[in-house]
Protein backbone atom coordinates (compact mmCIF):
# COMPACT_ATOMS: atom_id res chain seq x y z
CA UNK A 1 0.00 0.00 0.00
CA UNK A 2 1.03 3.51 -0.76
CA UNK A 3 0.70 5.92 1.88
CA UNK A 4 -2.05 8.58 1.73
CA UNK A 5 -2.21 12.26 1.64
CA UNK A 6 -4.52 13.19 5.29
CA UNK A 7 -6.81 14.17 2.94
CA UNK A 8 -7.03 10.89 1.76
CA UNK A 9 -6.39 9.08 4.32
CA UNK A 10 -9.34 10.89 6.75
CA UNK A 11 -12.36 9.36 5.24
CA UNK A 12 -10.78 5.80 5.70
CA UNK A 13 -10.37 6.76 8.84
CA UNK A 14 -14.01 7.76 9.48
CA UNK A 15 -14.88 3.94 8.09
CA UNK A 16 -12.65 2.55 10.97
CA UNK A 17 -14.35 4.38 13.81
CA UNK A 18 -17.36 2.30 12.90
CA UNK A 19 -15.71 -0.65 14.35
CA UNK A 20 -15.38 1.05 17.87
CA UNK A 21 -17.33 0.22 20.24
CA UNK A 22 -20.54 2.84 20.42
CA UNK A 23 -21.12 3.88 23.74
CA UNK A 24 -25.24 1.92 24.02
CA UNK A 25 -23.58 -1.25 23.57
CA UNK A 26 -20.59 -0.20 26.24
CA UNK A 27 -22.80 0.62 28.49
CA UNK A 28 -24.75 -2.75 27.99
CA UNK A 29 -20.83 -4.44 28.77
CA UNK A 30 -21.01 -2.52 32.34
CA UNK A 31 -24.94 -3.67 32.85
CA UNK A 32 -24.33 -7.53 31.88
CA UNK A 33 -24.68 -9.71 34.96
CA UNK A 34 -21.82 -12.08 34.76
CA UNK A 35 -18.62 -12.74 32.34
CA UNK A 36 -20.89 -15.19 30.26
CA UNK A 37 -22.98 -12.05 28.81
CA UNK A 38 -20.12 -10.42 28.34
CA UNK A 39 -18.47 -12.55 26.10
CA UNK A 40 -21.84 -12.69 24.15
CA UNK A 41 -21.81 -8.92 23.10
CA UNK A 42 -18.30 -9.06 22.21
CA UNK A 43 -19.29 -11.47 19.78
CA UNK A 44 -21.08 -8.91 18.20
CA UNK A 45 -17.85 -7.04 17.46
CA UNK A 46 -14.50 -6.46 16.59
CA UNK A 47 -13.17 -8.88 18.78
CA UNK A 48 -15.79 -11.97 18.38
CA UNK A 49 -12.89 -13.99 16.94
CA UNK A 50 -11.24 -13.91 20.66
CA UNK A 51 -14.23 -14.68 22.12
CA UNK A 52 -14.12 -18.56 23.63
CA UNK A 53 -15.59 -20.50 26.36
CA UNK A 54 -12.63 -19.12 28.91
CA UNK A 55 -12.15 -15.89 26.72
CA UNK A 56 -11.39 -13.82 30.44
CA UNK A 57 -8.77 -15.62 30.72
CA UNK A 58 -6.43 -15.13 27.73
CA UNK A 59 -8.65 -11.83 26.47
CA UNK A 60 -5.08 -9.87 26.44
CA UNK A 61 -4.31 -11.08 23.87
CA UNK A 62 -6.77 -10.37 21.24
CA UNK A 63 -6.74 -6.80 22.64
CA UNK A 64 -2.77 -6.66 21.65
CA UNK A 65 -3.85 -8.60 18.09
CA UNK A 66 -6.18 -6.02 17.26
CA UNK A 67 -4.45 -2.69 18.57
CA UNK A 68 -1.75 -4.62 16.36
CA UNK A 69 -3.52 -4.47 13.71
CA UNK A 70 -4.98 -1.18 13.68
CA UNK A 71 -1.38 0.30 14.39
CA UNK A 72 0.36 -1.67 11.49
CA UNK A 73 -2.68 -0.61 8.97
CA UNK A 74 -1.83 3.49 9.80
CA UNK A 75 1.73 3.33 9.77
CA UNK A 76 1.50 1.90 6.13
CA UNK A 77 -1.14 4.69 4.96
CA UNK A 78 -0.08 7.82 6.98
CA UNK A 79 1.84 10.46 5.21
CA UNK A 80 4.39 10.46 7.90
CA UNK A 81 4.72 7.60 9.19
CA UNK A 82 6.26 8.80 12.60
CA UNK A 83 2.74 10.51 13.16
CA UNK A 84 1.73 6.70 14.78
CA UNK A 85 5.04 6.56 16.93
CA UNK A 86 4.20 9.83 18.30
CA UNK A 87 1.41 7.75 19.76
CA UNK A 88 3.33 4.86 20.12
CA UNK A 89 6.40 6.01 21.60
CA UNK A 90 5.06 5.00 25.16
CA UNK A 91 5.38 1.07 24.03
CA UNK A 92 8.71 1.45 22.44
CA UNK A 93 10.18 3.09 26.04
CA UNK A 94 8.40 0.83 28.10
CA UNK A 95 10.01 -1.91 25.93
CA UNK A 96 13.09 -0.15 26.36
CA UNK A 97 12.98 -0.79 29.94
CA UNK A 98 11.77 -4.33 30.26
CA UNK A 99 14.91 -5.63 27.64
CA UNK A 100 17.24 -3.24 29.26
CA UNK A 101 16.66 -4.93 32.64
CA UNK A 102 16.50 -8.06 31.43
CA UNK A 103 19.68 -7.66 29.68
CA UNK A 104 21.31 -6.19 33.16
CA UNK A 105 19.52 -9.23 35.60
CA UNK A 106 19.94 -12.03 32.77
CA UNK A 107 16.15 -12.37 32.46
CA UNK A 108 14.07 -13.60 29.98
CA UNK A 109 11.27 -10.44 29.57
CA UNK A 110 10.20 -10.56 25.75
CA UNK A 111 6.68 -11.72 27.23
CA UNK A 112 6.50 -7.82 28.51
CA UNK A 113 7.14 -6.33 24.78
CA UNK A 114 4.74 -4.61 23.41
CA UNK A 115 4.05 -3.46 19.46
CA UNK A 116 4.87 -0.43 18.88
CA UNK A 117 4.56 -0.55 14.96
CA UNK A 118 8.30 -0.05 14.48
CA UNK A 119 10.93 -1.26 16.65
CA UNK A 120 10.91 -5.09 16.65
CA UNK A 121 11.90 -7.29 20.05
CA UNK A 122 14.95 -8.50 18.52
CA UNK A 123 16.16 -4.76 17.45
CA UNK A 124 15.43 -3.42 20.49
CA UNK A 125 17.19 -6.34 22.11
CA UNK A 126 20.08 -5.47 20.35
CA UNK A 127 20.20 -1.91 20.69
CA UNK A 128 20.19 -2.85 24.32
CA UNK A 129 23.07 -5.68 24.27
CA UNK A 130 25.30 -3.79 21.82
CA UNK A 131 24.17 -0.14 21.86
CA UNK A 132 24.20 0.34 18.41
CA UNK A 133 21.47 -0.21 15.78
CA UNK A 134 20.91 1.39 12.51
CA UNK A 135 16.90 1.33 13.02
CA UNK A 136 16.73 3.60 16.31
CA UNK A 137 17.61 7.03 16.64
CA UNK A 138 20.57 8.32 17.61
CA UNK A 139 18.52 9.85 20.63
CA UNK A 140 17.32 6.45 21.73
CA UNK A 141 20.69 4.78 21.70
CA UNK A 142 21.97 7.71 23.76
CA UNK A 143 19.75 6.97 26.55
CA UNK A 144 20.48 3.21 26.16
CA UNK A 145 24.50 4.27 27.03
CA UNK A 146 22.97 6.80 29.74
CA UNK A 147 21.48 4.15 31.56
CA UNK A 148 23.74 1.32 31.44
CA UNK A 149 26.41 3.99 32.72
CA UNK A 150 24.23 4.80 35.18
CA UNK A 151 23.40 1.01 36.42
CA UNK A 152 27.02 0.70 36.53
CA UNK A 153 28.14 3.10 38.87
CA UNK A 154 24.58 2.82 41.37
CA UNK A 155 22.86 -0.54 40.25
CA UNK A 156 20.01 1.37 40.65
CA UNK A 157 17.47 -0.01 38.91
CA UNK A 158 14.71 2.75 39.82
CA UNK A 159 17.38 5.14 37.95
CA UNK A 160 16.71 2.78 34.34
CA UNK A 161 12.96 4.04 34.38
CA UNK A 162 13.74 7.50 35.74
CA UNK A 163 16.20 7.81 33.00
CA UNK A 164 13.95 6.60 29.95
CA UNK A 165 10.88 8.35 31.74
CA UNK A 166 12.51 11.48 31.67
CA UNK A 167 14.07 10.49 27.84
CA UNK A 168 10.48 9.24 26.71
CA UNK A 169 8.91 12.84 27.30
CA UNK A 170 11.99 15.17 25.99
CA UNK A 171 11.49 12.92 22.75
CA UNK A 172 7.57 13.24 22.38
CA UNK A 173 8.48 16.82 22.75
CA UNK A 174 11.17 16.57 19.90
CA UNK A 175 9.29 14.77 17.34
CA UNK A 176 5.75 16.93 17.89
CA UNK A 177 7.92 19.84 17.21
CA UNK A 178 9.23 18.23 13.89
CA UNK A 179 6.26 17.13 12.58
CA UNK A 180 4.82 20.60 12.39
CA UNK A 181 1.56 20.00 13.66
CA UNK A 182 0.46 22.60 16.08
CA UNK A 183 -2.55 19.98 17.81
CA UNK A 184 -0.73 17.50 18.03
CA UNK A 185 2.00 19.53 19.91
CA UNK A 186 -0.57 20.78 21.95
CA UNK A 187 -1.70 17.17 22.63
CA UNK A 188 1.80 15.93 23.46
CA UNK A 189 2.28 19.31 26.00
CA UNK A 190 -0.67 18.43 27.76
CA UNK A 191 0.36 15.08 27.86
CA UNK A 192 3.81 16.23 29.82
CA UNK A 193 2.04 18.68 31.92
CA UNK A 194 0.06 16.14 33.32
CA UNK A 195 2.50 13.44 33.53
CA UNK A 196 4.82 16.03 35.70
CA UNK A 197 1.56 17.13 38.12
CA UNK A 198 1.17 13.31 38.73
CA UNK A 199 4.62 12.79 39.51
CA UNK A 200 5.07 16.20 41.58
CA UNK A 201 1.68 14.88 43.68
CA UNK A 202 3.58 11.50 44.77
CA UNK A 203 6.83 12.69 45.11
CA UNK A 204 5.03 15.27 47.74
CA UNK A 205 2.60 12.07 49.10
CA UNK A 206 6.43 10.15 49.04
CA UNK A 207 8.04 13.07 51.03
CA UNK A 208 10.82 13.12 48.58
CA UNK A 209 13.15 15.83 48.20
CA UNK A 210 13.71 18.83 45.91
CA UNK A 211 17.11 17.36 44.34
CA UNK A 212 15.13 13.78 43.81
CA UNK A 213 11.94 15.24 41.86
CA UNK A 214 14.93 17.09 39.95
CA UNK A 215 15.57 14.11 38.22
CA UNK A 216 12.17 12.73 37.53
CA UNK A 217 9.66 16.16 36.39
CA UNK A 218 10.58 17.11 32.83
CA UNK A 219 10.83 20.11 31.46
CA UNK A 220 9.14 19.73 28.45
CA UNK A 221 5.88 20.94 29.47
CA UNK A 222 3.93 24.25 29.73
CA UNK A 223 4.08 24.42 33.24
CA UNK A 224 7.66 25.17 34.24
CA UNK A 225 9.51 22.91 36.03
CA UNK A 226 11.14 25.13 38.75
CA UNK A 227 7.68 25.94 39.73
CA UNK A 228 6.66 22.84 40.52
CA UNK A 229 10.19 22.34 41.98
CA UNK A 230 9.36 25.49 44.05
CA UNK A 231 6.23 23.28 45.97
CA UNK A 232 7.50 19.71 46.08
CA UNK A 233 8.82 20.34 49.44
CA UNK A 234 6.02 21.92 50.57
CA UNK A 235 2.28 20.55 51.53
CA UNK A 236 0.41 18.67 49.37
CA UNK A 237 -2.06 22.41 50.10
CA UNK A 238 0.38 24.22 48.97
CA UNK A 239 0.87 22.36 45.79
CA UNK A 240 -2.96 22.24 44.92
CA UNK A 241 -2.94 25.94 46.17
CA UNK A 242 -0.81 26.12 43.20
CA UNK A 243 -2.66 23.75 40.42
CA UNK A 244 -5.34 26.07 40.77
CA UNK A 245 -3.45 28.76 39.41
CA UNK A 246 -2.34 26.72 36.05
CA UNK A 247 -4.44 26.33 32.77
CA UNK A 248 -5.59 22.95 34.65
CA UNK A 249 -7.56 24.51 37.41
CA UNK A 250 -10.60 23.51 35.84
CA UNK A 251 -9.76 20.11 35.36
CA UNK A 252 -8.20 19.43 38.71
CA UNK A 253 -10.54 21.22 40.83
CA UNK A 254 -13.23 18.46 40.97
CA UNK A 255 -10.25 16.29 42.47
CA UNK A 256 -9.35 18.45 45.24
CA UNK A 257 -11.06 17.72 48.78
CA UNK A 258 -9.63 20.06 51.64
CA UNK A 259 -6.05 20.56 49.88
CA UNK A 260 -6.12 16.89 48.80
CA UNK A 261 -5.33 16.19 45.41
CA UNK A 262 -7.21 12.69 44.38
CA UNK A 263 -4.10 11.06 42.63
CA UNK A 264 -5.84 7.52 42.30
CA UNK A 265 -8.41 9.56 39.98
CA UNK A 266 -5.95 11.87 38.26
CA UNK A 267 -4.62 9.64 35.37
CA UNK A 268 -8.80 9.08 34.71
CA UNK A 269 -9.16 12.45 34.02
CA UNK A 270 -5.99 13.06 31.93
CA UNK A 271 -7.32 10.13 29.49
CA UNK A 272 -10.65 12.09 29.44
CA UNK A 273 -9.17 16.15 28.97
CA UNK A 274 -6.67 14.09 25.85
CA UNK A 275 -9.52 12.33 24.22
CA UNK A 276 -11.82 15.85 24.45
CA UNK A 277 -8.97 17.63 22.97
CA UNK A 278 -9.24 14.67 20.45
CA UNK A 279 -12.94 15.55 19.75
CA UNK A 280 -11.55 18.00 17.53
CA UNK A 281 -10.71 15.50 15.14
CA UNK A 282 -14.56 14.95 14.29
CA UNK A 283 -14.89 17.99 12.19
CA UNK A 284 -11.29 18.24 10.88
CA UNK A 285 -10.84 17.46 6.89
CA UNK A 286 -7.19 17.61 6.53
CA UNK A 287 -3.88 17.52 9.55
CA UNK A 288 -3.07 13.97 11.58
CA UNK A 289 -5.68 14.49 14.59
CA UNK A 290 -8.14 11.91 12.70
CA UNK A 291 -5.39 9.51 12.55
CA UNK A 292 -4.32 10.08 16.51
CA UNK A 293 -8.05 10.40 17.65
CA UNK A 294 -8.57 7.04 16.27
CA UNK A 295 -5.52 4.95 18.38
CA UNK A 296 -6.49 7.33 20.89
CA UNK A 297 -9.83 6.03 20.82
CA UNK A 298 -8.90 2.14 20.06
CA UNK A 299 -6.83 2.45 23.40
CA UNK A 300 -9.10 4.07 25.26
CA UNK A 301 -11.71 1.05 24.29
CA UNK A 302 -9.36 -1.59 25.15
CA UNK A 303 -8.79 0.50 28.50
CA UNK A 304 -12.50 0.28 29.38
CA UNK A 305 -12.96 -3.50 27.85
CA UNK A 306 -10.05 -4.59 30.37
CA UNK A 307 -11.77 -3.20 33.30
CA UNK A 308 -15.33 -4.95 32.70
CA UNK A 309 -14.02 -7.94 32.36
CA UNK A 310 -11.78 -7.91 34.96
CA UNK A 311 -14.37 -5.79 37.37
CA UNK A 312 -16.85 -8.82 36.08
CA UNK A 313 -14.63 -11.64 37.65
CA UNK A 314 -14.00 -10.09 40.97
CA UNK A 315 -17.75 -8.55 41.31
CA UNK A 316 -17.32 -5.16 40.84
CA UNK A 317 -20.67 -3.27 40.73
CA UNK A 318 -22.12 -1.51 37.45
CA UNK A 319 -21.72 1.59 39.13
CA UNK A 320 -18.24 1.44 40.17
CA UNK A 321 -17.18 0.59 36.90
CA UNK A 322 -18.81 2.93 35.85
CA UNK A 323 -17.29 5.72 38.11
CA UNK A 324 -13.56 4.18 36.68
CA UNK A 325 -14.32 4.53 32.72
CA UNK A 326 -12.73 6.46 30.27
CA UNK A 327 -14.70 8.59 28.31
CA UNK A 328 -15.15 6.99 24.75
CA UNK A 329 -15.15 8.35 21.35
CA UNK A 330 -18.43 9.67 20.88
CA UNK A 331 -18.97 9.92 24.23
Keep these: MKPYSYHELNPLIRLKELEL ?4 LMERLIQAKDIEEVGELLKTTVYSEYINDNFEDNFEEGFAAEQRKLIEELAVLAPEPKIVWAYTMRSTFHNLKAMTKAELLDEDFDDLYIYDGFYSLDQIKSAVKTGAASELPENILASIQEVKDHFAESNSLQGIDIIYDRDYLRSMRALGESLQSPDL ?8 DFTNIVMAGRGINQKRSKNFMTTVLSSQ ?3 PKEDLLNVVEESMGKFTEFLLTTDYADV ?8 ELDLAQLE ?9 RFDRAK ?5 PLPLLSLLNAKQVEIKNLRLIIVGK ?6 EQLRERMRETYDA
Design 221 to 223: GSI
Design 268 to 276: RIRDNYLTR
Design 283 to 287: VQAFG
Design 185 to 192: LEEIISFI
Design 313 to 318: RVGISA
Design 21 to 24: IPAE
Design 252 to 259: VAPLINDG
